[in-house]
């Protein structure tokens, strides 16, 4: 989100950012679509979220339960984080695509139930 003052943007840089981000996701999107998903070394180079699991509210996220081992994703001493920019889940692959990039999954916090 971006706030709009009369004549100008407020953090012009991160709107500019955003919008690089938005446009690479929705190539990385029509490529999923038309089924390449991520490559072996794409998902070889990708954090792994560890204790993950997924609730779907008005949009998809992504709870993570940090582990004290290796993780990328979490800053230091956290222990909960939500991943709201959520684009894409798939479990059954092993992976998760989020604006900022590909993620693999590692053990699930709990078993997911469909709903």
Not at 43 to 69: F, G, H, Q, V, Y
Not at 72 to 92: C, H, N, S, V, Y
């Amino acid at each position: 989100m971006f706030v709009i003052l009369k004549d100008r943007i407020l953090g012009r840089d991160a709107v500019a950012r955003l919008i690089d981000g938005l446009e690479h996701l929705s190539a990385v999107l029509r490529a999923i679509q038309d089924g390449r998903g991520p490559t072996a070394q794409e998902l070889a180079e990708a954090p792994i979220l560890n204790n993950w699991s997924i609730e779907i509210k008005s949009t998809p996220s992504l709870r993570i339960m940090a582990d004290s081992t290796d993780d990328l994703f979490l800053p230091k001493g956290e222990t909960l984080r939500e991943m709201p920019d959520l684009w894409i889940f798939a479990e059954q692959q092993g992976w998760v695509r989020g604006l900022a990039g590909w993620y693999r999954l590692g053990s699930p916090l709990a078993p997911i139930s469909p709903s």
